[in-house]
């Protein structure tokens, strides 16, 4: 690889939004900042940094964002500053009704503290409710919180069997719903889905509103790591249940190598979900047609991924914890979701520049 590929990747979130707002600089974009109430780890400024990439008037907008889960952003950063720094990724000529949104870091505070979710503990993919309506029920969830997160860690054998016992009884499938399907009950537990919207979420928001409200057609690739073999980019359908938005997506992007998984038939890595970010676009974007997929790559098994989460979860509720045990837990919850080797970033580079390339042709030809 060469060395300016392997340097899209930044190991820091403070370094990311650097060579972001530089390879903006470099092409003569204007950003629009939205700056976060709070400092960053390092006393940095975060924010949610949005570039528009073509005709001021383009009508077809593809959205190309990372760190919707903080900490994941270590991949999708690299992914929006190697297409910037390359404009040859894109098909020539460049069509005249056509822009790309870069939005980098919706969930800075996440991505600065190395943790998946937000300043107030919410799991930004799982936050678009309507909060005013009841909201949907985790009794799986309830049932296991207080052996995900013991007291203690690490857990005791008894909290782990006790753990096992409940998977043993209710199967994998239903494990990996309960935990990760999202949940309200339980604000200092994981994938906490929020009782209100997050700072991330009103301003994404405010973000669609200004930047797309006008557009008529809305594609969006969402950068996530996580789920899935190491390196390979999974395509999750990422829009409502409907026959027809499926069958956009799978033209622009689906191929027998590629197949486009889905959470509403049960072929993709991630759980059946609800409160889904993409849902804002309806909302802020209510002329447009709207085609999107998450863009996820794999990292390490899920069970090595789960235990990093719960340790993070564990270790945010005990900050008195001793510095060595801190220190590790956090690089350990990195590790899970950013594999920092040269073989890996190529892998993803591969793919997500056919991926932008096969948005951009889906929306010229929409
Ligand atoms: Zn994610």
């Not at 990747?9 to 470099?26: G, I, K, N, T, V």
């Not at 098909?91 to 056509?98: G, K, L």
């Not at 700072?199 to 405010?206: A, D, E, G």
């Not at 002329?287 to 789960?306: C, R």
Request: glycine share 8%; proline share 5%; aromatic share 10%.
């Amino acid at each position: 690889m060469s060395a300016a590929t392997e340097q899209a990747f930044a190991p820091s979130y403070a370094q990311a939004r650097e060579l972001f707002l530089q390879a903006a600089q470099a092409r003569g974009l204007v950003v629009d900042s939205r700056v976060h109430p709070l400092p960053g780890r390092d006393g940095e400024v975060m924010a949610m940094d949005v570039v528009w990439d073509g005709p001021a008037q383009a009508s077809r907008v593809l959205i190309v964002s990372s760190a919707c889960h903080g900490v994941e952003g270590h991949c999708g950063s690299g992914v929006q500053v190697d297409a910037l720094r390359r404009p040859d990724w894109r098909p020539t000529p460049w069509h005249s009704d056509v822009a790309v949104l870069w939005i980098h870091a919706l969930n800075p505070y996440g991505f600065s503290h190395g943790r998946r979710t937000t300043h107030e503990n919410v799991d930004l993919n799982r936050n678009f409710h309507r909060f005013d309506q009841a909201l949907p029920d985790n009794p799986g969830y309830r049932d296991i919180h207080h052996w995900l997160i013991p007291a203690q860690w690490p857990p005791s054998e008894a909290n782990e069997a006790a753990l096992q016992d409940w998977v043993d009884r209710h199967g994998k499938a239903a494990f990996q719903q309960a935990v990760s399907g999202g949940q309200h009950s339980h604000p200092d537990g994981l994938f906490y889905s929020g009782r209100a919207p997050t700072w991330s979420h009103q301003t994404l928001r405010q973000v669609l509103h200004t930047h797309a409200g006008h557009a008529r057609h809305v594609g969006w690739i969402d950068v996530h790591t996580g789920l899935g073999p190491s390196g390979v980019g999974e395509r999750i359908f990422a829009c409502k249940n409907d026959a027809s938005a499926l069958a956009r997506t799978q033209a622009w992007w689906g191929s027998k190598d590629t197949p486009i998984t889905s959470i509403y038939d049960g072929s993709s890595t991630s759980a059946l979900l609800t409160g889904l970010m993409w849902s804002a676009v309806e909302d802020e974007c209510p002329q447009a047609q709207y085609t999107g997929m998450a863009l996820e790559y794999g990292t390490v098994p899920w069970t090595e991924t789960l235990w990093a989460l719960r340790a993070d979860q564990w270790l945010a509720l005990h900050p008195q914890a001793n510095a060595q045990q801190a220190q590790h837990i956090r690089a350990d919850l990195r590790r899970v979701f950013y594999t920092d080797t040269d073989a890996w970033k190529q892998q993803i580079l591969v793919q997500a520049r056919q991926a932008l390339a096969q948005g951009i042709a889906g929306l010229s030809q929409a």
